[in-house]
């Protein structure tokens, strides 16, 4: 039995009373993660404002990435 499907076992075995306070400490489990995906992707940008490179604004199609990473579009 997988994890997930322990938890949805061990949620049958509470009262209903008990079901509103397990949902949300599951929500601010949620609500944490998403706020470190945020600070995670804050911190990308600021690495990459700070960096010096010359070449850090340059682009290429999507053609030419597919192609060096030896996909066929």
């Given amino acids: 039995m997988s994890e ?4 949805i076992k061990l949620l049958d075995t509470f009262p209903d009373y008990k079901i509103g306070a397990i949902l949300t400490f599951i929500q601010g489990m949620k609500f944490d993660e998403d706020l470190e995906e945020d600070a995670y992707c804050k911190r990308l940008l600021e690495k990459y404002l700070k960096d010096p490179s010359d070449d850090k604004h340059d682009t290429v199609t999507i ?4 192609e060096s990473e030896g996909v066929t579009l």
């Fill in 4 to 7: 997930k499907e322990q938890i």
């Fill in 63 to 66: 053609e030419e990435f597919a």
